[in-house]
Structure formats: C-alpha cells, structure tokens
C-alpha cells in the first residue's frame, strides 16, 4: 500500500466518522499540538542566570545598550535592576563589560602601577596605592561565602620623621550579603584579621565592618570582658555597653533559633532590651566567736572577827567624830572566793564581693509573620516566658504580635530560579506530552476496531439449513459489510427464495 492509498483510506474514514467524534478528535489534537509547541520552545529557550542585580538606572542602560550592540540576548527583572544572560555566556559577557569599564564597583587593583607615569608626584603615588590596596581587599571580600558585594574604605597616614605626628590608620568595610545568607562570628574575625595583616600600622580596633542594613558586624570583637573573642580596649562606658549587647544579642538568638525550628526560617524576629546593674559592692561582716580557755585562777578565803565594831557608816570615818562603839558579845564568819577566767576569742570576717552585671529588668518584643497557620500568640509567649527566664517580680516584660513581614530580599533568589525551569517541571512537561501521545493513540485504536466490528460480514441463519451449510454458502459469496436488520420474517424468507430458489427447492 503506497502513500496514495493510505491518504484515501484515511480520507475515507475521516468521511465516515460522525460530526462529534470529528469536533473530539480536533479538540484532543490541538491540545496536544500546543502542548508539544510549548514543550519544544521551552526545551531550545536558553538557560539564562544572573549577570548583574541591584544596578542603577544609568548603570543598566549602558550595560543593556552595550548588550544590544553586541547582539546578546538578554532579561530584564527586579524592576530593571537585574540583568540576566544566557548561562553559558555569563563569563564571557562579564569579561568583555569589565574590558569596557561597565561593571558596577570593579576598579583597578595593583595593576594600575603596571604603567608608569613620568612626573608623578609622592602624593598621587599614595592615592594611587590607597586605590589599588582597596581593591583588592574588596576583591578578597567578595570571595568569602555569603559576600554578594563589599566596598573598601582606608585611611592610610602619610610617613613622618616624628611619631607624634602620624596619624592612625583605620578600615571602614562595607558588606552587602546575598538574599537569606549571614555571615558566622569566625568569618567576621577572618575579615577583620585579614583587613588588620593588609594595611601597615593598623590595629584591630580600628577595623568597623558593617552591612548594608548598619549592622556593625565585628562589634562582639571588641568585648574585653572576654564574651566575645578579641580583647580590644575601650572606656568603662563602652566597655559596659559591649557586655550588655552581648547579653541581649545571646537572649535574641535564644528565641529566635527556638522560634526557627518551630515556625520555620524567618517567620520571627525578637529583640531584647536588658538593664543590667554594673556597680561592685563589697560587704565585709567581723564576727566575734567563743574560743579555748587559755587561764583560770580561783580564790576562795574564810575568816571569823570576835572583836565589837562601830556603826558602819560615812560618819565614823570622818576626823573629829566620835561614836560610841557598839559591843557585840558574839563572834562573826565570812568566806570570800575569787575565779578568774581568760579565754582566747576567735573572729570570723566575710567578704561578699557583688560581680557587676546584676540584671535589673528584660524587655522582650517579638513579631510573627501573619501568614504563618494556627498560630496562638499566648503560647509563643509562653515559650518566650521560658527561654529568656522571665521575672515578673523583676518587672519584665513581653510583647508577643503578628505584622506582614517584607519578603522582598529572600523572595529574590527564588523568583530568578523561577524564570528558569526546573528539572521537575521538564519531567512533568515531558510526562504530559507523552501522556497526550498516548491518548491519542489509544483514542485512533479505539475508534478503528469500532469501525472494523462495524464492518464485519454477519452470518444469517436460513431456515431449514444448517448453520454449516449457510456459513459455507456465505463464504462462497462475496462478503457483505453492512445488512440492516431485517423488519419482517416473512419479507426475508421471500428475499431468500426469490435469490437462491434452488437451495430452497433442494431443502
């Protein structure tokens, strides 16, 4: 059979079907058709990622109008402020933007002293060298995990004969994190070491990294109460300051950690005021307490007096004075004892030193993204009661609300992943292509062995043969694909004998 005959027979099927099935199979054949439409553009759309994201407006249209210069295909998103580019040319279109001095924040490191110039002075040498030095640090920072962009600051003293009269060298750094990420304590440090072992004359208090939000990053650097891990000096009232924030930042991360596990990343955000009482008091108590009988002396006397005495008195002692004397014709006693006792007494003294930092009242607030389900705020709270050791003798208190929480920066990442199409949902495309196919294929053979039951030849039982016999008579005559059922017995019968009257006169 040749293509000729294929098309007719096809053409005469398609004929013969009804005008629902027609209006069905059309129907099922467009879906399919847009569905592999869809499927192959999304299969050839190149991958894009990311080039450049949070541009200025200026700084986007040069890069865009450069882009278009050079014919590369290119997205827009995040409102203009993030370029995308075919993944696989993402390098190569960077190279060539940094050759034409278009990347945002890329500078000139120690290769600007690859040429020289004739002439310059020592002052444009030390700016040059501030440059090139600020440079490369930020190019060292942008290496560290989590560091989306970072900017350099330095303050380098010019040299002089007299020490008193240099200046102090300082770093001021500026980090931009990626959507969701933060940076650990001993990334800060290796940041802050890092600056330190850079610039000649620096000193690590004098090193200030902070984010984009303020946030100073190496703060916990600079305890010398030993919380955190560098021991830098500062005034008592500073001092002070840095062990009450250490203090509240260990309560924070409590409950937020606590609140993480339960509720999910970022649906919580706590902040904790603390009073502490930095005074020293000192209590010194002496106690005097018995001790060991070290000597004892014990005196006892006894005596009688037979002779007469005067009225005792003040009178008869007094010179001129005479009183007549009383006589007694009896006799007196007496007994006289004396104890002496020394002992050796012992003394207890205690001092009772109060540490500093005596905390006099917590002020806890916590806010809750809306969204999250079933939430019950008296049992947040209760949670929080718990964890920061609540005190309501101490007047503490807590402030458990709900507020919509701005999304914008962990949202980012996720809506530049959605540009692209995942693995999964290739699969699921794949598998619904292949799914319509099958349909398809399975609703043509439905309708071809419909067609073919149809067109079977049926075997008519003649009265008076046998089924043998009329299936034999029928296969000797050409086959009929379609006999009407018939209406009347007796109209066959008389069809039959007008049609084959010698087999009706033989039986």
Request: negative net charge; proline residues 6%; hydrophobic residues 30%.
């Given at each position: 059979m040749n293509f000729r005959d294929l098309l007719d027979k096809v053409k005469q099927r398609w004929q013969e079907t009804s005008q629902n099935r027609k209006a069905l199979i059309i129907l099922v054949s467009a879906v399919i058709l847009a569905g592999l439409v869809y499927l192959g553009a999304t299969l050839t759309r190149p991958s894009y990622a990311l080039l450049l994201g949070d541009l200025e407006p200026k700084d986007a249209g040069d890069i865009v109008a450069q882009l278009?210069?050079?014919?590369?295909?290119?997205?827009?998103?995040n409102q203009g402020t993030t370029i995308?580019?075919?993944?696989?040319?993402?390098?190569?279109i960077r190279v060539k933007l940094a050759s034409d001095g278009l990347l945002t924040g890329v500078g000139h490191g120690f290769e600007l002293f690859d040429k020289s110039k004739f002439g310059e002075t020592d002052f444009e040498q030390q700016i040059a060298y501030q440059r090139a030095l600020q440079e490369e640090l930020r190019?060292?920072?942008?290496?560290?995990?989590?560091?989306?962009?970072?900017?350099?600051h330095l303050v380098i003293p010019q040299k002089s004969v007299f020490i008193e009269e240099e200046g102090t060298a300082s770093a001021s750094v500026v980090i931009k994190l990626k959507p969701a990420a933060k940076l650990k304590p001993e990334q800060v440090k290796g940041l802050n070491d890092l600056i330190v072992g850079s610039v000649e004359g620096l000193k690590a208090e004098n090193v200030h990294i902070i984010d984009t939000e303020g946030n100073v990053l190496n703060e916990f650097l600079k305890d010398p109460a030993g919380i955190g891990s560098g021991g830098f000096a500062g005034t008592a009232v500073e001092r002070q300051q840095q062990i009450r924030r250490a203090f509240e930042k260990e309560l924070e991360n409590r409950v937020q950690t606590m609140l993480a596990k339960v509720m999910g990343p970022n649906k919580a955000v706590a902040m904790v005021t603390a009073e502490l009482d930095f005074n020293q008091q000192q209590?010194?108590?002496?106690?005097?307490?018995?001790g060991q009988i070290v000597s004892e002396r014990?005196?006892?006397?006894?005596?009688?007096?037979?002779?007469?005495?005067?009225?005792?008195g003040s009178t008869t002692q007094m010179p001129g004075q005479s009183i007549p004397g009383q006589v007694t014709n009896g006799q007196s006693s007496y007994t006289k004892s004396d104890d002496i006792k020394n002992y050796q007494h012992g003394t207890k003294v205690e001092s009772v030193v109060q540490a500093p930092g005596k905390v006099l009242k917590l002020s806890t607030a916590v806010v809750l993204d809306e969204s999250i389900k079933n939430l019950d705020r008296a049992q947040v709270e209760r949670i929080v009661t718990a964890a920061i050791g609540f005190d309501q003798q101490r007047g503490d208190q807590i402030t458990v609300s709900t507020m919509?929480?701005?999304?914008?920066?962990?949202?980012?990442?996720?809506?530049?992943?959605?540009?692209?199409?995942?693995?999964?949902?290739?699969?699921?495309?794949?598998?619904?292509?292949?799914g319509g196919i099958l349909f398809l294929l399975a609703l043509i053979i439905f309708f071809i062995r419909r067609r073919k039951k149809k067109t079977e030849p049926q075997i008519i039982e003649t009265p008076g043969l046998p089924v043998d016999e009329a299936a034999k008579t029928e296969e000797e005559e050409e086959p009929v694909w379609e006999i009407p059922p018939p209406k009347d017995k007796q109209k066959q019968l008389k069809d039959l004998a007008e049609d084959r009257p010698d087999d009706v006169a033989r039986y």
């Open positions: 278009e210069s050079q014919k590369v295909p290119y997205q827009l998103t995308l580019v075919p993944k696989e040319q993402v390098d190569e190019r060292t920072i942008t290496k560290v995990e989590g560091v989306d962009q970072a900017r350099v209590t010194n108590t002496t106690e005097v307490v018995p014990s005196t006892k006397e006894n005596g009688s007096d037979g002779n007469g005495g005067g009225v005792p919509t929480f701005d999304r914008s920066q962990y949202d980012l990442g996720q809506d530049l992943e959605k540009t692209q199409p995942g693995n999964e949902q290739l699969y699921m495309m794949i598998a619904a292509a292949a």
